[in-house]
């Protein structure tokens, strides 16, 4: 059997300061939302799964939470540019109150292309949270409303996030080895 943690460089944030983090903005959003009942989390799949799982819990608040398949990248490191919705909402958000809840926001396009889709279904707010951002790598600039944590610009495994499928269960985030990369030309 693989071994996941074998394939390891060093974690770069581990599970208390995730824990802690996302204690903070929860209670940075329920600040925010306290003068609503309605909040809706659309969890972005499938990276956004651990995630939203946690934060979800840590919200001392009414909230309904949502699923949406989006795909960017394929095996490789770097995103194909291209986004495709390959699961959609089970519900209209017309009026609702929104918050995305995404792992990574890397070059930006996959949530630039949800923020627009999601716009035209025209709900009430529409706002973004997401785990990690890496702004050296911006190529489209989207409004994050609350961030857990800026990282340099290398490629990141655990905590919802893979590289080839592999390695979301991992409870921390870590940078992998180099040589896991060795095999892959480039892109998918
Ligand atoms: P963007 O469209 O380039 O912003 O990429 C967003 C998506 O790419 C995220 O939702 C992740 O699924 C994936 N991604 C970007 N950077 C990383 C990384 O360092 N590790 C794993 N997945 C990543
Ligand atoms: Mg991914």
């Known amino acids: 059997m ?7 460089d060093r974690v770069l944030i581990d599970e208390k300061q995730i824990e802690a983090r996302t204690r903070e903005l929860s209670r940075q959003i329920e600040a925010d939302y306290e003068d609503t009942e309605d909040l809706l989390l659309i969890c972005v799949l499938k990276g956004g799964y651990v ?8 919200l001392a608040r009414p909230h309904d939470i949502d699923f949406m398949g989006v795909s960017s990248y394929g095996a490789g490191t770097q995103s194909s540019g291209a986004v495709q919705i390959i699961m959609d909402l089970k519900q209209p958000i017309a009026g609702r109150n929104v918050l995305i809840v995404e792992d990574i926001v890397d070059s930006g396009r996959t949530l630039d292309y949800m923020l627009r889709n999601l716009q035209a279904r025209s709900p009430g707010s529409l706002r973004i949270c997401t785990l990690l951002s890496k702004p050296a790598r911006r190529e489209v600039e989207v409004p994050i409303d609350y961030t857990g944590f800026e990282i340099p610009d290398e490629f990141v495994v655990g905590y919802g996030l893979d590289f080839d499928e592999l390695y979301r269960n991992l409870p921390f985030i870590a940078v992998m080895k180099p040589a896991v990369f060795a095999h892959l030309t480039n892109g998918d």
């Open 51 to 58: 995630f939203l799982s946690d934060l979800s819990r840590a």
């Open 2 to 8: 693989k071994d996941l943690y074998g394939d390891i």
